[in-house]
């Protein structure tokens, strides 16, 4: 079973910037992403992918430009740095183990792991 841990997030003022990571305690399946998703009231919604061996990253449409993925493979931590931050970005940050069938779907049913989640607050 893998385990991942997150850390960051927290209260940042509107046109801000935030970052969250994700630790994870063993290799990443074959095959599978490192993935972001985020939830705002009801549903999850898939932001971004990472595959961890070729670096290859994949976003969605509503963060595409203003957030960045990125991974440290020597301390098994991907990060997903945020920018130009609005109120409407304010939700629990979360990121899981993925087949990578949820870049092109954005079910979070394809996901199997999950970090605990990580709250941001855009607010002034």
């Known amino acids: 079973q893998m385990s991942l841990v997150q850390t960051g997030g927290g209260v940042v003022q509107p046109g801000g910037s935030v970052g969250v990571s994700c630790s994870f305690s063993?290799?990443?399946?074959?095959?599978?992403?490192m993935t972001w998703l985020r939830q705002r009231g009801k549903g999850l919604e898939w932001l971004s992918s990472i595959?961890?061996?070729?670096?290859?990253?994949y976003y969605a449409d509503s963060v595409k430009g203003r957030f960045t993925v990125s991974q440290d493979r020597s301390q098994k931590t991907v990060y997903l740095k945020m920018h130009s931050l609005q109120a409407e970005d304010t939700a629990v940050y979360a990121c899981?183990?993925?087949?990578?069938?949820?870049?092109?779907?954005?079910?979070?049913?394809?996901?199997?792991?999950w970090g605990q989640g990580a709250r941001v607050n855009v607010s002034s």
């Open positions: 899981a183990l993925c087949h990578p069938r949820v870049v092109s779907t954005g079910d979070d049913s394809w996901c199997k792991n």
């Open positions: 063993r290799a990443i399946d074959d095959g599978y992403y």
């Open positions: 595959n961890t061996v070729d670096d290859k990253k």
